[in-house]
């Protein structure tokens, strides 16, 4: 069993749906990361969480410590927001990686 | 200020050679994560460096794979006598302090060995 398990692995949604993409992990963590990685292959940092809940413009991210699940939210979604999100989490120096869903919104 | 700055960002090898990755942090970063990403895998940690330290190596290679962060100029990711299994996208990303900071990602190196 992987450490960091996403779901799901892949996710279609007409433009304007809201999206969820699930997050669980199975080791006592420092943080939590989500990432973008766009069909070019580069890697953006979206949110690095250790509690609550983080807003950023149309994403949000939640994380219960407790249940070791977070969530990745996106509103009103755009085909831009097509892309490979990643979570990751930290245990000390190293970063464990999930996945990945591949997000397709189409217009 | 620049982010992240990978180069080159494509690099073609021959099996035997060598191959050798630079990462330049953001200013102000003084930490360096190196990452891999396989084909169709995921991205697995490789290495954490600060200023002349290599702090943690558990995801190196235990051969042919060396990194450094020199006091002055980029991180450099060195691959000795390439493999074609060492054909992968090689990220780097920087912190400014320690690992508790969010870490800025670099827009990858992809490295084909033929």
């Known amino acids: 069993k992987n450490e960091v398990e996403q779901s799901p692995q892949n996710l279609t949604a007409q433009e304007g749906e809201f999206i969820t993409i699930n997050c669980s992990y199975s080791v006592g963590i420092s943080a939590l990361h989500w990432l973008q990685q766009h069909p070019g292959g580069g890697i953006v940092s979206l949110f690095m969480?250790?509690?609550g809940k983080k807003k950023h413009g149309r994403l949000i991210a939640t994380i219960n410590i407790q249940e070791k699940h977070s969530s990745l939210h996106i509103t009103a979604s755009h085909p831009r927001d097509s892309a490979v999100y990643i979570c990751a989490v930290r245990l000390g120096n190293d970063m464990r990686f999930g996945a990945g869903t591949r997000l397709t919104v189409k217009p | 200020n620049a982010g992240v700055m990978q180069n080159p960002r494509h690099l073609v090898r021959r099996r035997g050679q060598e191959a050798r990755l630079r990462c330049s942090p953001m200013?102000?970063?003084?930490?360096v994560y190196w990452y891999r990403q396989l084909p169709e895998e995921g991205l697995k940690f490789m290495v954490y460096?600060?200023?002349?330290?290599?702090?943690?190596e558990s995801g190196m290679p235990k051969e042919r794979f060396s990194a450094e962060f020199p006091k002055e100029g980029p991180s450099i990711l060195r691959i000795q006598q390439v493999v074609r299994g060492d054909s992968a996208a090689y990220f780097c990303a920087s912190s400014p302090t320690d690992t508790y900071y969010e870490q800025y990602f670099g827009p990858g190196t992809r490295l084909t060995v033929t």
């Open positions: 460096l600060q200023k002349e330290n290599i702090i943690d």
């Open positions: 200013k102000g970063h003084s930490h």
């Open positions: 969480l250790s509690s």
